[in-house]
């Protein structure tokens, strides 16, 4: 309300929103009079005595006889001032009256902008509420980093007084916050983000700090305005997160760093099982004895297997599993590993057949290792799961106009799969037959395995089957850097008919493939009468071994049904080579080892003049042999560096077998003085160096070895390093070392026999 002086009393304000304390109170002013008001009498009399008294004037000199022009002039002169005052008045009035509305404007305008004053404070006082309820900090500072505001929170955070905050720099209250450089800003502005870690009285908190630098376009002035937010929960679940993380990683490493030990240890006594039990297969044994330790070779190298497989699914899992590219022949790992698992074939009395494409590159970059690995579970599945029939290879090359990939597709006539099952087979622990009275064992991890390093490699696998019509794997891997084969071999059987004469479908078939994709023609028989209608024309005739008799009958009646003028070649399994005397005499010209190698067949049926059978002599498995060294027919001197006595023994016995002279030292450094001392009587033809010995192991034997025929200028003795670790990663790291050859654990007395042999010098 406005007293009569003009000032309107002060009425307190309520308080806003029940936030902070009760807001500050508002003043409304009046504006002041413009001028002091004279009193109503004042106003209205005078005009009213001037009047009067020029009358009065006027009357009494027209009394006295003045001349009438000065009564006249008075009473004119008295007329003339009413004009003139009631013009003044009107005038007054009317200025008055427009004072008075420019007064109330003004007074409203100035209530108008109080209202807007206190409506800004208000708002400021709401803002600031808010802000402090949620918890952030605000603080602006000046160009000197010194506070110019902090709020209540930051206040209570440090536990100082808000209003001693002015002026202090945050490095004062043990904050390490800068500031931004002039020469960060652009545009006249500069965000900046940092995690900060502010001590207070209940311990360390973490605050998200971000602040706006601003510096004025026309002063220059600088201000850094920042509000943080309390993130310590989210600190503290990160570090718990890295804790667990590291934890896991040790626990992985651990784990593999375990197994690796563990699947290290496992197969040191393997090999003497396996070794062992192979020599004692070589002595004279009753039938009931041969079967014992051929159940003992079986069930060693189904846990062998096991173990792989677990090893491998460990790193997997672990994340160490890396490819190793490196130039490969596909034909070369696919023939091997044909050969390698015929025997199950064979013993399983079902085929095995392996058909590349003549398109197929030479060599590829690839990890051979993998491919190896992936290949074996593929082809060992389909044997274990066939009881009849067989399985088929095929690789061929699917060449598009941005891709190039090589295509490897197992076949089999085994039991086949459930729709349901297609995908389940490929995870972890997972089997086709996952019932108790499944007929095949297993861990369900060789496919899982198999996918993981497909995938690994760029590649993809997939299966296809149907339940009792077997099934097909198959899977593709990038051709790269592929070296182009000859394209001499697409023809290379122009002009050439063939008959295949066996009732093994799946490798009769392989090798039609292999006939017709490099430009021959072959007809498949299963009955010598069937064959008879396909003589005319013939070149070649393969037969299989096993539907011949011991006296050669089949091939005198197919000579009699027109197959008088054709090469005769006969198609012999591993077991059947003491039988090549009697074929030769029955008028075989040549052998065809099972399974058949597509560059064997081709050289032989190329052949213009095949030579004929010779009569083998007979050898007994493991029997010495004798190697050509010299001009003269000598064993080869074989130093063994191994600290295992039953590795040693086994070692040591199958070379003797083989005709070489040995040498055994049970570490390192023996090793090293018996190959650089003056003592020795003759220089060693080979080293078989075992890598963990005590005194000094077997890398650092190499070295030394490496380093003391360069000193004394000799040639280099090849090294063989033993090691029950199959890893890649291990054969390259010997290799680099100075190694010759890599022989891996458990031995396989052919195998090791090979690979000493292999790495003398003829």
Same mark, same amino acid.
């Given at each position: 309300?406005?007293?009569?002086?003009?000032?309107?009393?002060?009425?307190?304000?309520?308080?806003?929103?029940?936030?902070?304390?009760?807001?500050?109170?508002?003043?409304?002013?009046?504006?002041?009079?413009?001028?002091?008001?004279?009193?109503?009498?004042?106003?209205?009399?005078?005009?009213?005595?001037?009047?009067?008294?020029?009358?009065?004037?006027?009357?009494?000199?027209?009394?006295?006889?003045?001349?009438?022009?000065?009564?006249?002039?008075?009473?004119?002169?008295?007329?003339?001032?009413?004009?003139?005052?009631?013009?003044?008045?009107?005038?007054?009035?009317?200025?008055?009256?427009?004072?008075?509305?420019?007064?109330?404007?003004?007074?409203?305008?100035?209530?108008?902008?109080?209202?807007?004053?206190?409506?800004?404070?208000?708002?400021?006082?709401?803002?600031?509420?808010?802000?402090?309820?949620?918890?952030?900090?605000?603080?602006?500072?000046?160009?000197?980093?010194?506070?110019?505001?902090?709020?209540?929170?930051?206040?209570?955070?440090?536990?100082?007084?808000?209003?001693?905050?002015?002026?202090?720099?945050?490095?004062?209250?043990?904050?390490?916050?800068?500031?931004?450089?002039?020469?960060?800003?652009?545009?006249?502005?500069?965000?900046?983000?940092?995690?900060?870690?502010?001590?207070?009285?209940?311990?360390?908190?973490?605050?998200?700090?971000?602040?706006?630098?601003?510096?004025?376009?026309?002063?220059?002035?600088?201000?850094?305005?920042?509000?943080?937010?309390?993130?310590?929960?989210?600190?503290?679940?990160?570090?718990?997160?890295?804790?667990?993380?590291?934890?896991?990683?040790?626990?992985?490493?651990?784990?593999?760093?375990?197994?690796?030990?563990?699947?290290?240890?496992?197969?040191?006594?393997?090999?003497?099982?396996?070794?062992?039990?192979?020599?004692?297969?070589?002595?004279?044994?009753?039938?009931?004895?041969?079967?014992?330790?051929?159940?003992?070779?079986?069930?060693?190298?189904?846990?062998?297997?096991?173990?792989?497989?677990?090893?491998?699914?460990?790193?997997?899992?672990?994340?160490?599993?890396?490819?190793?590219?490196?130039?490969?022949?596909?034909?070369?790992?696919?023939?091997?590993?044909?050969?390698?698992?015929?025997?199950?074939?064979?013993?399983?009395?079902?085929?095995?057949?392996?058909?590349?494409?003549?398109?197929?590159?030479?060599?590829?970059?690839?990890?051979?290792?993998?491919?190896?690995?992936?290949?074996?579970?593929?082809?060992?599945?389909?044997?274990?799961?066939?009881?009849?029939?067989?399985?088929?290879?095929?690789?061929?090359?699917?060449?598009?106009?941005?891709?190039?990939?090589?295509?490897?597709?197992?076949?089999?006539?085994?039991?086949?799969?459930?729709?349901?099952?297609?995908?389940?087979?490929?995870?972890?622990?997972?089997?086709?037959?996952?019932?108790?009275?499944?007929?095949?064992?297993?861990?369900?991890?060789?496919?899982?395995?198999?996918?993981?390093?497909?995938?690994?490699?760029?590649?993809?696998?997939?299966?296809?089957?149907?339940?009792?019509?077997?099934?097909?794997?198959?899977?593709?891997?990038?051709?790269?850097?592929?070296?182009?084969?000859?394209?001499? %071999? !697409?023809?290379? $059987? #122009?002009?050439?008919? /063939?008959?295949?004469?066996?009732? =093994? @479908?799946?490798? &009769?078939? *392989?090798?039609?493939?292999?006939?017709?994709?490099?430009?021959?023609?072959?007809?498949?028989?299963?009955?010598?009468?069937?064959?008879?209608?396909?003589?005319?024309?013939?070149?070649?005739?393969?037969?299989?071994?096993?539907?011949?008799?011991?006296?050669?009958?089949?091939?005198?009646?197919?000579?009699?049904?027109?197959?008088?003028?054709?090469?005769?070649?006969?198609?012999?399994?591993?077991?059947?080579?003491?039988?090549?005397?009697?074929?030769?005499?029955?008028?075989?010209?040549?052998?065809?080892?099972?399974?058949?190698?597509?560059?064997?067949?081709?050289?032989?049926?190329?052949?213009?003049?095949?030579?004929?059978?010779?009569?083998?002599?007979?050898?007994?498995?493991?029997?010495?042999?004798?190697?050509?060294?010299?001009? %003269? !027919?000598?064993? $080869? #001197?074989?130093?063994? /560096?191994?600290?295992?006595?039953? =590795? @040693?023994?086994? &070692?040591? *016995?199958?070379?003797?077998?083989?005709?070489?002279?040995?040498?055994?030292?049970?570490?390192?450094?023996?090793?090293?003085?018996?190959?650089?001392?003056?003592?020795?009587?003759?220089?060693?033809?080979?080293?078989?160096?075992?890598?963990?010995?005590?005194?000094?192991?077997?890398?650092?034997?190499?070295?030394?070895?490496?380093?003391?025929?360069?000193?004394?200028?000799?040639?280099?003795?090849?090294?063989?390093?033993?090691?029950?670790?199959?890893?890649?990663?291990?054969?390259?790291?010997?290799?680099?070392?100075?190694?010759?050859?890599?022989?891996?654990?458990?031995?396989?007395?052919?195998?090791?026999?090979?690979?000493?042999?292999?790495?003398?010098?003829?």
């Amino acid at each position: 309300m406005v007293t009569e002086s003009g000032i309107r009393e002060t009425e307190s304000a309520e308080n806003v929103d029940g936030i902070g304390p009760e807001a500050p109170s508002r003043q409304h002013i009046a504006a002041p009079p413009l001028a002091p008001e004279l009193p109503a009498a004042n106003r209205e009399g005078l005009p009213f005595l001037m009047l009067v008294a020029i009358v009065v004037l006027a009357g009494l000199s027209h009394l006295t006889g003045a001349p009438i022009f000065i009564t006249v002039g008075l009473l004119s002169t008295g007329m003339a001032g009413l004009a003139v005052h009631l013009r003044a008045r009107r005038t007054a009035r009317r200025t008055v009256a427009l004072l008075g509305e420019t007064a109330a404007r003004s007074r409203a305008e100035v209530e108008s902008l109080a209202d807007r004053v206190w409506e800004m404070q208000e708002s400021e006082e709401r803002f600031r509420g808010l802000i402090d309820a949620l918890g952030d900090l605000v603080v602006h500072r000046d160009r000197d980093a010194h506070i110019v505001y902090a709020n209540k929170v930051f206040a209570e955070l440090v536990g100082a007084d808000q209003r001693d905050l002015a002026g202090k720099a945050l490095a004062d209250l043990g904050i390490d916050v800068g500031i931004v450089p002039d020469a960060a800003f652009s545009d006249h502005e500069c965000l900046s983000s940092t995690d900060v870690a502010i001590r207070t009285p209940s311990g360390p908190r973490w605050f998200s700090w971000i602040e706006l630098s601003v510096r004025d376009k026309e002063s220059g002035a600088v201000s850094h305005r920042a509000i943080a937010r309390d993130i310590t929960a989210r600190k503290h679940a990160e570090t718990s997160l890295i804790t667990a993380r590291e934890r896991a990683e040790y626990a992985s490493q651990a784990k593999s760093r375990f197994l690796a030990t563990v699947s290290h240890e496992i197969r040191t006594p393997m090999n003497g099982i396996m070794g062992m039990a192979k020599l004692l297969a070589d002595t004279g044994l009753s039938p009931q004895q041969r079967t014992y330790v051929g159940a003992i070779s079986t069930s060693a190298s189904a846990l062998l297997a096991l173990i792989e497989d677990l090893l491998d699914y460990s790193k997997i899992e672990a994340g160490r599993f890396d490819p190793e590219p490196q130039p490969m022949s596909v034909r070369e790992i696919a023939d091997n590993i044909v050969e390698l698992l015929a025997a199950r074939a064979f013993a399983k009395n079902i085929g095995l057949g392996c058909h590349v494409e003549p398109d197929v590159p030479q060599m590829i970059s690839a990890d051979p290792g993998r491919v190896r690995q992936v290949l074996l579970n593929l082809i060992g599945n389909a044997i274990k799961f066939t009881d009849s029939g067989g399985v088929l290879v095929s690789i061929a090359r699917a060449r598009t106009e941005t891709t190039d990939r090589i295509g490897f597709t197992v076949t089999d006539t085994g039991p086949g799969l459930h729709e349901d099952d297609l995908e389940r087979i490929f995870e972890e622990f997972e089997q086709a037959d996952g019932t108790s009275t499944r007929a095949h064992g297993g861990a369900g991890l060789g496919l899982a395995i198999s996918r993981r390093l497909v995938i690994a490699m760029g590649g993809t696998i997939s299966v296809s089957s149907q339940l009792g019509q077997g099934s097909e794997f198959v899977f593709e891997i990038p051709a790269i850097s592929a070296t182009e084969p000859p394209q001499s %071999r !697409r023809d290379a $059987l #122009s002009g050439r008919r /063939a008959v295949i004469l066996s009732k =093994n @479908a799946i490798e &009769a078939d *392989a090798i039609a493939r292999t006939i017709r994709a490099n430009g021959g023609k072959v007809d498949l028989a299963t009955t010598a009468a069937q064959a008879a209608s396909f003589a005319e024309g013939c070149d070649a005739l393969l037969v299989d071994a096993a539907m011949e008799e011991g006296d050669g009958r089949l091939l005198k009646r197919l000579r009699q049904s027109g197959f008088a003028d054709c090469e005769a070649i006969t198609l012999i399994a591993p077991t059947d080579r003491g039988m090549l005397g009697e074929f030769r005499a029955s008028g075989y010209a040549t052998f065809l080892a099972r399974p058949v190698r597509g560059e064997t067949l081709l050289r032989v049926l190329l052949t213009s003049s095949v030579p004929a059978l010779t009569q083998p002599q007979p050898e007994k498995r493991g029997a010495p042999t004798a190697r050509a060294i010299g001009g %003269r !027919r000598r064993g $080869l #001197s074989v130093l063994i /560096a191994e600290d295992n006595d039953i =590795n @040693a023994m086994l &070692a040591r *016995a199958t070379l003797l077998k083989a005709g070489h002279r040995v040498k055994l030292v049970g570490n390192g450094k023996a090793a090293v003085e018996a190959i650089t001392g003056t003592d020795h009587k003759y220089r060693f033809d080979v080293v078989l160096m075992d890598l963990h010995m005590p005194v000094m192991d077997g890398l650092d034997a190499i070295a030394a070895i490496r380093r003391h025929e360069e000193e004394t200028a000799v040639s280099p003795v090849p090294i063989m390093v033993l090691s029950a670790d199959s890893q890649e990663t291990t054969r390259h790291a010997v290799l680099a070392h100075g190694a010759s050859g890599f022989v891996t654990k458990p031995l396989d007395p052919d195998a090791l026999v090979h690979a000493v042999e292999g790495h003398v010098a003829a």
